[in-house]
């Protein structure tokens, strides 16, 4: 009797835990809408072929998901009759449900969605290799064109022209035109990264040695956050990225402001700094155009001003952030290759952070 008890109790749990569940899974697509990254939120074609496909599979699976509940449910509570009603065992019926709903149905599913799939796969060519598709050399051809190095943990970001003059290094914020395609050369300085705006396009994979493309187009203007999608290191969850599509003026505008060197300090303690900037290891790491701190292992300052966030789209970019990240990078970002820098008076670590501040 006891064992009977235990056994109903525990399928009434099961049921209400299998609730929730459903209720979880109806909920996440709806958050995804909410959320910064989600594929769900679609900001240009790309994106938006994909987000058809994976609205398609969402409601597809949560529909199965209920008929397999609305069976499951039946099966508990339909009436089973007595033993002397019951047939014998061994009478046969039922094994057509496993044909079909266990080969023919999961068959036919997936051979639409990995044929979508392809098939978008080949609308959209990230790789510069494969038949059909445009050669690398094509896609580096096509313009405005940029190159992203993967870090660990930070995104180098290029911007490349035929002349030098109108070439730059920044980190971090990738700007775009609205509207424009814009072609992006992918490659890694150490381990694997995974380049992926959710907002604007699939992923491509940063793999050593290996360059691969991808074309995004922003179809509005806004600000769409990346994450690196491939693990690559303790903090792989904290390689974020931001992109900002803007009208073409305004890119301009952006552009020209960037090619600028580094803004010569006016103010005391922005003059200040920068001495304190240029005599530190600071300079070791990081370039700031324009001065002695040419350092490539980090991400470019030059002008670090201009950015909303830092650390990868991490920490907003303030003064308070600033200095907690100079002195405690080791904490803002554990194993980070950006060492704590806490030989600094308060008064120098003021200095600094009001120096890169006015690195617009
Ligand atoms: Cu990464």
Same mark, same amino acid.
């Given at each position: 009797?006891?064992?009977?008890?235990? +056994?109903?109790?525990?399928?009434?749990?099961?049921?209400?835990?299998?609730?929730?569940?459903?209720? &979880?899974?109806?909920?996440?697509?709806?958050?995804?809408?909410?959320?910064?990254? +989600?594929?769900?939120?679609?900001?240009?074609?790309?994106? =938006?072929?994909?987000?058809?496909? =994976?609205?398609?599979?969402?409601?597809?699976?949560?529909?199965?998901?209920?008929?397999?509940?609305?069976?499951?449910?039946?099966?508990?509570?339909?009436?089973?009759?007595?033993?002397?009603?019951?047939?014998?065992?061994?009478?046969?019926?039922?094994?057509?449900?496993?044909?079909?709903?266990? #080969? =023919?149905?999961?068959?036919?599913?997936?051979?639409?969605? !990995?044929?979508?799939?392809?098939?978008?796969?080949?609308? /959209?060519?990230?790789?510069?290799?494969?038949?059909?598709?445009?050669?690398?050399?094509?896609?580096?051809?096509?313009?405005?064109?940029?190159?992203?190095?993967?870090?660990?943990?930070?995104?180098?970001?290029?911007?490349? +022209?035929?002349?030098?003059?109108?070439? !730059?290094?920044?980190?971090?914020?990738?700007?775009?035109?609205?509207?424009?395609?814009?072609?992006? %050369?992918? %490659?890694? &300085?150490?381990?694997?990264? +995974? #380049?992926?705006?959710? *907002? @604007?396009?699939?992923?491509?994979?940063?793999?050593?040695?290996?360059?691969?493309?991808?074309?995004?187009? =922003?179809?509005?203007?806004?600000?769409?956050?990346?994450?690196?999608?491939?693990?690559?290191?303790?903090?792989?969850?904290?390689?974020? @990225?931001?992109?900002?599509?803007?009208?073409?003026? &305004? /890119?301009?505008?952006?552009?020209?402001?960037?090619?600028?060197?580094?803004? %010569?300090?006016?103010?005391? %303690?922005?003059?200040?700094?920068?001495?304190?900037?240029?005599? $530190?290891?600071?300079?070791?790491?990081?370039?700031?155009?324009?001065?002695?701190?040419?350092?490539?292992?980090?991400?470019?300052?030059?002008?670090?001003? $201009?950015?909303?966030?830092?650390?990868?789209?991490?920490?907003?970019?303030?003064?308070?952030? @600033?200095?907690?990240?100079?002195?405690? *990078?080791?904490?803002?970002?554990?194993?980070?290759?950006?060492?704590?820098?806490?030989? #600094?008076?308060?008064?120098?670590?003021?200095?600094?952070?009001?120096? @890169?501040?006015?690195?617009?």
């Amino acid at each position: 009797m006891r064992g009977l008890h235990r +056994s109903r109790r525990t399928i009434r749990g099961g049921r209400a835990g299998a609730m929730s569940l459903m209720l &979880a899974a109806c909920a996440l697509p709806l958050a995804g809408c909410k959320l910064a990254q +989600s594929t769900y939120n679609a900001h240009g074609p790309a994106a =938006a072929h994909i987000a058809t496909l =994976a609205w398609f599979m969402t409601i597809l699976f949560l529909v199965i998901t209920a008929i397999m509940w609305i069976l499951i449910g039946y099966a508990f509570y339909r009436r089973r009759g007595s033993l002397e009603t019951h047939e014998p065992i061994d009478s046969s019926g039922g094994e057509g449900w496993i044909a079909i709903g266990g #080969f =023919a149905i999961p068959v036919v599913v997936l051979t639409i969605i !990995f044929i979508w799939g392809l098939m978008l796969l080949g609308r /959209y060519p990230i790789h510069g290799v494969g038949g059909g598709m445009p050669s690398a050399k094509a896609m580096m051809a096509m313009k405005p064109k940029i190159r992203i190095i993967g870090h660990q943990w930070w995104w180098e970001i290029q911007y490349l +022209s035929d002349d030098p003059s109108q070439s !730059f290094t920044t980190a971090n914020e990738l700007h775009i035109p609205v509207g424009q395609p814009v072609s992006i %050369e992918v %490659e890694t &300085a150490d381990v694997m990264h +995974s #380049f992926w705006i959710p *907002a @604007l396009h699939g992923k491509v994979d940063l793999v050593p040695s290996q360059p691969n493309y991808i074309r995004i187009v =922003a179809s509005q203007p806004g600000e769409y956050h990346g994450q690196c999608a491939e693990f690559c290191g303790d903090e792989h969850a904290r390689m974020l @990225l931001l992109a900002i599509a803007q009208p073409p003026a &305004a /890119y301009q505008a952006w552009k020209q402001a960037q090619l600028q060197p580094g803004h %010569e300090p006016t103010t005391p %303690e922005a003059i200040e700094g920068k001495q304190v900037f240029l005599g $530190s290891p600071c300079a070791m790491c990081h370039t700031v155009r324009g001065t002695r701190a040419l350092g490539h292992v980090a991400p470019d300052l030059t002008h670090i001003g $201009s950015r909303k966030m830092i650390a990868s789209d991490v920490y907003p970019n303030n003064n308070a952030y @600033l200095m907690a990240w100079i002195t405690h *990078a080791q904490s803002l970002k554990p194993d980070c290759l950006m060492p704590n820098l806490t030989q #600094f008076s308060g008064t120098q670590l003021q200095d600094l952070v009001a120096y @890169l501040r006015q690195l617009q």
